[in-house]
Each structure stands twice: as C-alpha cells, then as structure tokens.
C-alpha cells in the first residue's frame, strides 16, 4: 500500500458479517461487508499517486468538478413556476459550491448548450464567477425538447477537460420534468455506457410528467442518487442538500475488489445500503480470479454490500477462505492502492444449529432486496390493471416494512393501499392515488434502513 499523510487521507475500513457454517454439501457462502469512510481529503495525495500535486482546490478542500444540467424544455414553462424553480434551486447549488470547485451550467434541451462559462472550459468557483453564474441563470428559458444522452455526454466532455485533475471528484446534477421524448433509448444507454465510470450524477424530476424508471436508470448508471421534487417550490432545498453532498466527497473511483481462490465464483454483488444497487454486471477484470465492481465517490459514510459467493464442495470439518474483499483505487497504470480488506470464510461442519442458523445481516438485507422488488412489481402489476397481483405484492411489501422497521418506506406503502394488518400483509388497495405519491413510492423503493444493532 502508497503510503499517505494520515491529516490528508480518508480512513477506510471492511468489516464482513456472516455465518461462515455450511452443511455437508453446501456451497453457497452469503456475507454482508460494510464499508466505512471518515476523515478528510483525497486518498490523490498519496506518494506517486497521479495527479496528486492538484489533487486540493483552491478552498482547501478536495479537488471536484461539477456540472449542472437544467431542463429547459417546452414543458418547463408549465407551470411556470418550474422554470423559476429550476433557476433558483441551481443558484442555490451554486452558492454551495467551495472557493476553488470548477463548474459549469448546461441548459438542456433536444441539444445540450453550455450556459456558464461556455467556450468548453469549466469557471473556478469563487464570489465573482457565483455571482456571474446566477446572472446567466436569469436568462434561461424553456422551449425545445428532451434529449438527455446529450446533455450527459456534454458534461462528461467538460468534466474530463484537462484542467481537471485526474484525481478529482466528478460529479453531476440533472433535472428533467418530462420523458426523454427527442432521442431514442438506445441513444440514451449508449450515453450512459459512455459516461459510466467518468463521473457520478444525481438525477431529480420535478412536477410529475417524467418517467420514474428514466430517471431512477441514470441515476443507478452513474452511481447517484434519485429522487422526486413534486412541488417545484422544494427545489432550492433538495439542490442545496445535493451539493453538500457532493461537496463532502473526498475521494473518487474506489473499488470493491473480489478475489476467489481456484474453485470458486462470485453469484452475485449488490450495494444494499444507503440503498439497493445491482452492481454484479459491473465487473471488471482485474488480474487472476479477481474483479473490480465500482462504488463511485465517498465522504464520511457507511455502506452496506451483499456479497453472495459458490465454493466448490468439502469434506466435513475443512475450512477455506471464500473471498478476498478489497478496497481499492485502480490507478492508470494498472496498479491499485489497497485502503482495507476483509476476509469471507467457509467452514464445512455437521452441527445443524450452527449451519442453519441466518447471519441477522444477511437476513435483514435479503429482505429489503425484496422489499425493494415486490414494490416495483406491485407498481407494475397496479399500471397494468392487475388488481389481485398489486394486492399481494404491494401486501407483502407492507409485511417486510413492519418486520425491518422500515417506517419510511411503510409510510409511503400507506398513501397507495389500506393497510389492515401489517405483520400478515394484508392491504387493500386505494381507489384513488395521487400521483406524486405513487412516483414517489416508486422512486424511493430501493431505499434502505440498515439493520438494528443487536444488544
């Protein structure tokens, strides 16, 4: 491992919940790995770390890079008061913005079109530049289309300018209030395959014209956050709260390395908190039975994965190591600095008690994936008239609410169906739902409550 100045660097640790008892004949190993970030500054700084002399801005903080990106559709101007939303939340990020942090606005329509600075370059926040970013703000005026792959790939070419530093925190903001009508999905999947990987985004609708599984696609594409603003006059908070988000990250593109040994194979890797995230698709080789899966840009924080391995059958008593965990920072050489690890075990016994018994964490993240599945098919099953399916999905979505403790996502449950008994799940469905409160059911249904710490 680099080594690092402990005053600069964020502090990494793995810890790995599971029962690592199987039956005769078991092979699949479940762990929970819970991934801890504290501390300041950008793990850049370490020795030989590239870019590392650029890796602070100007404000002390870690090197970033934001971009903005404003629908300014035709329909932005219904009601008007989404288009003023829109200016002012974007104003309040700006102000959120640290001394030092480059930016730029874009304004998107069926084209992407840089508002501030333009001419391809990205401004260096400090008071004048705010203050001039607000007046182009002010200018801004909905007409046109939807073509959101554009304003993507716009951001990214800005973001990726050579005066941003290799180890910066790249990140976006987007709102849309409607579908993404002016270009083709493909064209969209394509933008977001390009831009994996480059920077990180949060997506936001506001009113409730836009597609919740656009939305909520980007958002998991790049590795950010989702959400519905249904009032446009909540905007200036929600962007706000964004960038400080943004703001408190501290070091970009860490990895979740898996290592197995000959034999084994990894089923399947999913974030499961802050929020459900497939990541298993995500893999990317990285040497002799190992592979990256990303995780994007971290500040102080904690998350949760579910790491679901197949090791080759044992006699009783062996014991073998399932996994390797890593974090990890690949560098552009192919080397990688390792920041923690962690160790996923499996130990063949014939006592049933000790085989048989479920890991809580395990038990508990298992249940909020279905949580987060049988909501969406409820949704599903609700659009498409399906009445008894809705019943009994969004039903046993209340059960599993009541047994996590997961009253957020149980309140939400609340505004869609009558909930007659929740620990047997048994709903009736509402004859009429607001909309916002069924977008908003739907786009926070991967939200998730970590599992209660055992006395």
């Known amino acids: 491992m680099a080594n690092f100045s402990k005053s600069n660097a964020p502090q990494f640790s793995v810890e790995v919940y599971q029962n690592e008892y199987l039956p005769e004949g078991g092979r699949e190993v479940n762990a929970i790995v819970t991934v801890t970030s504290t501390g300041g500054g950008t793990v850049g700084a370490a020795s030989g770390a590239v870019g590392a002399p650029n890796q602070y801005s100007a404000g002390g903080g870690p090197d970033a890079a934001v971009a903005l990106m404003v629908d300014c559709s035709g329909s932005m101007d219904y009601p008007p008061t989404k288009m003023r939303g829109a200016r002012e939340a974007s104003a309040a990020a700006i102000d959120t913005l640290r001394d030092g942090v480059r930016f730029a606005v874009i304004d998107g329509t069926h084209v992407a079109r840089e508002?501030?600075?333009?001419?391809?370059?990205?401004?260096?926040?400090?008071?004048?530049?705010?203050?001039?970013?607000?007046?182009?703000?002010?200018?801004?005026?909905?007409?046109?289309?939807?073509?959101?792959?554009?304003?993507?790939?716009?951001?990214?070419?800005?973001?990726?300018?050579?005066?941003?530093s290799p180890t910066a925190v790249r990140h976006g903001i987007l709102l849309t209030d409607g579908r993404n009508e002016h270009e083709s999905p493909e064209d969209l999947k394509a933008a977001l395959d390009h831009c994996s990987g480059r920077f990180t985004c949060d997506a936001r609708g506001v009113g409730t014209d836009w597609e919740v599984k656009e939305v909520t696609g980007i958002a998991s594409a790049l590795l950010g956050t989702a959400d519905i603003v249904a009032d446009p006059a909540h905007l200036a908070g929600d962007f706000t709260q964004m960038m400080e988000t943004a703001m408190g990250k501290e070091v970009a593109d860490v990895a979740l390395r898996l290592w197995t040994p000959l034999g084994s194979e990894i089923k399947f890797?999913?974030?499961?908190?802050?929020?459900?995230?497939?990541?298993?698709?995500?893999?990317?080789?990285?040497?002799?039975?190992?592979?990256?899966?990303?995780?994007?840009?971290?500040?102080?924080?904690?998350?949760?994965?579910?790491?679901?391995?197949?090791?080759?059958?044992?006699?009783?008593?062996?014991?073998?190591?399932?996994?390797?965990?890593?974090?990890?920072?690949?560098?552009?050489?192919?080397?990688?600095?390792?920041?923690?690890?962690?160790?996923?075990?499996?130990?063949?016994?014939?006592?049933?008690?000790?085989?048989?018994?479920?890991?809580?964490?395990?038990?508990?993240?298992?249940?909020?994936?279905?949580?987060?599945?049988?909501?969406?098919?409820?949704?599903?099953?609700?659009?498409?008239?399906?009445?008894?399916?809705?019943?009994?999905?969004?039903?046993?979505?209340?059960?599993?609410?009541?047994?996590?403790?997961?009253?957020?996502?149980?309140?939400?449950?609340?505004?869609?169906?009558?909930?007659?008994?929740?620990?047997?799940?048994?709903?009736?469905?509402?004859?009429?739902?607001?909309?916002?409160?069924?977008?908003?059911?739907?786009?926070?249904?991967?939200?998730?409550?970590?599992?209660?710490?055992?006395?």
């Not at 801004?140 to 941003?164: F, K, N, Q």
């Not at 904690?302 to 006699?315: F, K």
């Not at 000790?354 to 279905?370: D, K, M, W």
């Open 115 to 164: 508002v501030y600075p333009g001419g391809g370059r990205l401004a260096v926040a400090d008071p004048t530049t705010r203050e001039a970013a607000k007046q182009a703000l002010r200018k801004l005026s909905a007409g046109g289309g939807t073509a959101i792959g554009t304003w993507l790939r716009l951001a990214d070419r800005l973001l990726s300018s050579p005066e941003v």
């Open 269 to 455: 890797v999913k974030q499961v908190a802050p929020a459900v995230e497939e990541l298993t698709d995500r893999r990317t080789e990285a040497g002799p039975r190992a592979g990256d899966y990303p995780t994007g840009s971290w500040g102080d924080e904690s998350r949760d994965y579910h790491v679901c391995v197949q090791v080759p059958n044992a006699e009783l008593g062996r014991e073998m190591l399932a996994a390797r965990v890593s974090l990890v920072i690949p560098q552009p050489d192919g080397t990688a600095q390792t920041l923690s690890q962690g160790l996923v075990r499996a130990v063949w016994t014939d006592d049933m008690v000790a085989s048989t018994s479920i890991n809580p964490q395990v038990a508990h993240y298992t249940g909020q994936a279905e949580l987060a599945q049988v909501i969406q098919q409820g949704l599903d099953a609700r659009k498409a008239g399906d009445v008894d399916g809705a019943t009994a999905k969004l039903g046993r979505a209340v059960q599993l609410a009541a047994l996590s403790g997961n009253a957020d996502t149980a309140k939400l449950l609340s505004k869609v169906v009558d909930v007659v008994d929740a620990a047997e799940g048994t709903v009736r469905l509402k004859a009429k739902v607001a909309e916002a409160d069924e977008m908003t059911l739907e786009t926070r249904s991967t939200k998730t409550v970590r599992v209660k710490k055992q006395a």
